[in-house]
């Protein structure tokens, strides 16, 4: 049992030769580490600061920064609220067109001229505004759909 630690002791303390090499490279990188810049010497130093604007770049726009690419949740994300998007969208103007059809049935089963062309053709008129409206953003709504799919 006492050679057994012996043995094992005697090998623990022996370098093998990757652990050689690694302390050599270590000991040749050197041990510099790197210069931490405080206020202090930004005020002694001897460079001044210049300041730029955008007239002295000769009236050219700044070059622009690439975005980067979205991350897939971040692409996951915005698929499904252009999903849900478009999912309120064509509720909305499935609801005008059922309005605008009732609107459109009491108009002609009222009696009463004045009735019909000051109160249900002004609703009439609205309704068919907000269902153009509502057809609008569903138009856009599938289209920012599609150009998440691509």
């Known amino acids: 049992m006492k050679t057994l630690l012996l043995i094992a002791l005697l090998a623990a303390t022996q370098d093998s030769d990757l652990v050689k090499a690694a302390n050599a490279a270590k000991a040749s990188r050197g041990g510099s580490k790197p210069k931490v810049i405080t ?11 210049k300041e730029t ?4 770049s000769g ?19 915005s698929r499904h609220e252009a999903i849900d998007r478009v999912a309120v969208s064509e509720k909305k103007v499935a609801g005008l067109e059922r309005s ?24 009439f008129e609205q309704t068919k505004r907000q269902l153009s409206d509502a057809r609008k953003e569903l138009a856009d709504a599938r289209d920012a759909l599609a150009a998440l799919n691509k």
Do not use: C, H, M, W
């Open 39 to 49: 206020n202090a010497d930004v005020k002694k130093a001897k460079a001044k600061l």
């Open 100 to 123: 605008l059809d009732d609107i459109e049935q009491s108009f002609y089963a009222e009696n009463d001229p004045s009735y019909r062309d000051d109160v249900i053709k002004k609703r």
């Open 53 to 56: 604007s955008s007239s002295s």
């Open 59 to 77: 009236g050219q726009a700044p070059t622009p920064v690439p975005a980067k690419p979205p991350t897939s949740d971040q692409l996951y994300k």
